[in-house]
T-cell receptor, first 117, second 111 residues
């Protein structure tokens, strides 16, 4: 069984469009994350949710809006896509955040490769 | 800005050689994790080091956390083609699970 799954795997779209990426984890974890990996393989956190509550919001354009309908799902909606948004987006989850400290390893999904033309 | 400097960025070696990857920062981390990522997949955790000076071994891989908890190293003995991949170090702070990743080391082990 897949622990952290993302859909779609590949997303090719035109500049200016709006798109969503979905993430689901079946590990029973409380905390979920979105990361962006650029063309140089640099991985940077974007958002983190703990039990549906936003706890990390890095300096990300407000065109990016995460939504967590329940603790097993964390979706990412992107408005008005730009060329610079092209990257691989990874969802991850971890058991939880205890007293502000993360505990347990982070499990990553397979990634969504977004290409904006 | 908290940064993790990882070196080297690229490493191409022959099977059987030894190698070391370094991860350095001016910041103190509560823990440091090493991940391995294969093409088309997400990173997979190899190890977490928590205590300054800690050494952990995973078969032919040896991980060390610096005494001051600002740096770490990964040493691979007798590298094999199956070790090929992107190795990432990531430092954790007490900020809601936030990980700061290094730039990664792309390792290629040729048979």
């Amino acid at each position: 069984d897949t622990a952290v799954s993302q859909t779609p795997k590949y997303l090719v779209t035109q500049m200016g469009n709006d798109k969503s990426i979905k993430c689901e984890q079946n590990l029973g974890h409380d905390t979920m994350y979105w990361y962006k990996q650029d063309s140089k393989k640099f991985l940077k956190i974007m958002f983190s949710y703990n039990n549906k509550e936003l706890i990390i919001n890095e300096t990300v354009p407000n065109r990016f809006s995460p939504k967590s309908p329940d603790k097993a799902h964390l979706n990412l909606h992107i408005n008005s896509l730009e060329l610079g948004d092209s990257a691989v987006y990874f969802c991850a989850s971890s058991p939880g955040v205890l007293g502000g400290r993360a505990w347990g390893e982070q499990f990553f999904g397979p990634g969504t490769r977004l290409t904006v033309l | 800005t908290q940064l993790l400097e990882q070196s080297p960025q690229f490493l191409s070696i022959q099977e059987g050689e030894n190698l070391t990857v370094y991860c350095n920062s001016s910041s103190v981390f509560s823990s440091l994790q090493w991940y391995r990522q294969e093409p088309g997949e997400g990173p997979v955790l190899l190890v977490t080091v928590v205590t300054g000076g800690e050494v952990k071994k995973l078969k032919r891989l040896t991980f060390q956390f610096g005494d001051a908890r600002k740096d770490s190293s990964l040493h691979i003995t007798a590298a094999q083609p199956g070790d090929t991949g992107l190795y990432l170090c990531a430092g954790a702070h007490n900020q809601g699970g936030k990980l700061i990743f290094g730039q990664g080391t792309e390792l290629s082990v040729k048979p």
